[in-house]
């Protein structure tokens, strides 16, 4: 894996890679929740040479439609991995033009993740940007939430993110 300081280069192997392929790796590396989004007898199958931060960015891109929804939520969980690296998550979502929905999520968890820092960390890496909110997902996909609260409390909620071993 290269130092957090060098220049990360994505077209390899990411160019021959779909999204199913992209979401195996993710489920491979923690998001197991979203192994449904995998078509029928496909195995989730991990591909060391493929960075987490870029895989988190490559699953922020595509059309404004259901399945690359899905696949925005996954990746939100990838990049919430707190090993991450902020400057190489901002370096990713800028070479796949997906820094504003990796701004949304940042945003989203400056404001409910227990870890403030690092959402603060990634927004100051990221260039400033905005757009698409209306189609992006809002806190309640990112998070796990109890269904009812504790006695007199309010419900529990925990920020969805994996905790991949480089």
């Known amino acids: ?54 895989l988190g960015a490559a699953l922020l891109r595509g059309s404004p439609d259901g399945p690359t929804f899905q696949a925005i939520r996954c990746g939100a969980m990838v990049l919430s991995d707190l090993g991450n690296s902020p400057p190489r998550i901002a370096e990713a979502c800028e070479q796949f033009e997906v820094a504003h929905r990796a701004a949304h999520i940042a945003r989203l968890g400056l404001l409910a993740d227990e870890y403030p820092e690092f959402w603060r960390a ?43 071993a480089r």
């Open 1 to 54: 894996m290269p130092a957090a300081d060098s220049t990360l280069t994505l077209a390899w192997p990411l160019a021959d890679l779909t999204r199913d392929q992209l979401l195996g790796i993710a489920v491979r590396r923690g998001c197991r929740h979203y192994q449904s989004q995998l078509p029928p007898n496909t195995a989730a199958v991990d591909d060391p040479r493929v960075p987490h931060e870029v």
């Open 122 to 164: 990634v927004l100051d890496a990221l260039p400033p940007a905005t757009g698409e909110e209306q189609f992006l997902p809002g806190v309640s996909r990112l998070t796990s939430e109890t269904r009812l609260p504790r006695p007199g409390g309010q419900p529990v909620r925990i920020w969805l993110r994996t905790h991949y």
